[in-house]
């Protein structure tokens, strides 16, 4: 292979080279900001879920109160119908404000564990986006130092070979029998 040959080849294949690890990079950071957009739409829906839980939670508890302030009213009312009245119709008031102490309790329990659960899935977000990211094949560039030695070894090579050629050229001349006049 001449030369001029092993060089065209040579910056032809790392021309292709280059524009193919160019155009893996470019999928490679359009997946990557596709992948991270997941990710921050995934976290902004675990983010309006634990609102809608946390403003759900605080609506149960409101409600729980109304409902408990209403069964007292209609107790001391009743009682106060009935003549009834001291320490009876403070246990009975007692008794509805634990059972609302005991929901509300409930309540929160509950909305603390739909928050962490959440949270666990958010972590699990950014470990999927690592993964997706991790399996997304890297941009392999070629080597300027392997194609300068492959052009420099080909025209070494091509060097040898010319003063190889011009040596036997030379010695042919000298050992050739002269065809002069006899």
Known sequence: MSAATTIGTTIMSYMAQ???????????????????????????????????????????????????RAAIATAMTSAGENGVAGNSVAALANSYYGSQARYDSDVEYNRLS?????????QGFDAQAQSEQAQLRPA????????????????????????????????????????GAA
Not at 114 to 122: A, W
Not at 146 to 157: D, K, Q
């Open 18 to 68: 280059q524009d193919q690890a160019n155009q893996q990079q470019k999928y490679n950071d359009e997946m990557t900001q596709a992948i991270n957009q997941d990710r921050i739409n995934k976290y902004d829906q675990a983010q309006e879920q634990q609102v809608y839980k946390n403003t759900d939670a605080s609506n149960q508890t409101y409600e729980e109160s109304l409902r408990t």
């Open 140 to 179: 392999v560039y070629p080597s300027p130092l392997g194609a300068a030695l492959r052009i420099g070894g080909s025209i070494g090579s091509s060097y040898l070979d010319y003063s190889a050629a011009q040596k036997a050229g030379a010695n042919s001349k000298r050992i050739a029998p002269d065809d």
């Open 114 to 122: 739909d928050d962490n659960q959440i949270q666990l899935e958010e």
